[in-house]
Nanobody
């Protein structure tokens, strides 16, 4: 079993910063990729950023230049540094991981989500 635990969400003013963390634990053999998604009220869930096992990254156009995804392999943790936050960044942010367990089964796992609210 694998669990993803998120932290770091909260309320900030426009122009401020937050750092989200997502720690994976359980029967992990390897992590192929991890990423962050978000869903605002009335909108579909969208990819924000992802990072592969080789360290390559991908960002949504709306966050390029403002958000940075990174990882700590020793801690099986992925981070999302969010700078210059805008009210339109307000959403529930979900951590996702494509993880191979010690039984060599690869699955996609989701965190419970953390609320990010940016006030104008």
């Amino acid at each position: 079993q694998v669990q993803l635990v998120e932290s770091g969400g909260g309320l900030v003013q426009a122009g401020g910063s937050l750092r989200l963390s997502c720690a994976a634990s359980g029967n992990i053999f390897s992590i192929n990729s991890m990423g962050w998604y978000r869903q605002a009220p009335g909108k579909q869930r969208e990819l924000v950023a992802q990072i592969t096992n080789r360290g390559s990254t991908n960002y949504a156009d709306s966050v390029k230049g403002r958000f940075t995804i990174s990882r700590d392999n020793a801690k099986s943790t992925v981070y999302l540094q969010m700078n210059s936050l805008k009210p339109e960044d307000t959403a529930v942010y979900y951590c996702n991981g494509r993880i191979r367990t010690t039984s060599f089964i690869e699955n996609s796992y989701w965190g419970q989500g953390t609320q990010v609210t940016v006030s104008s």
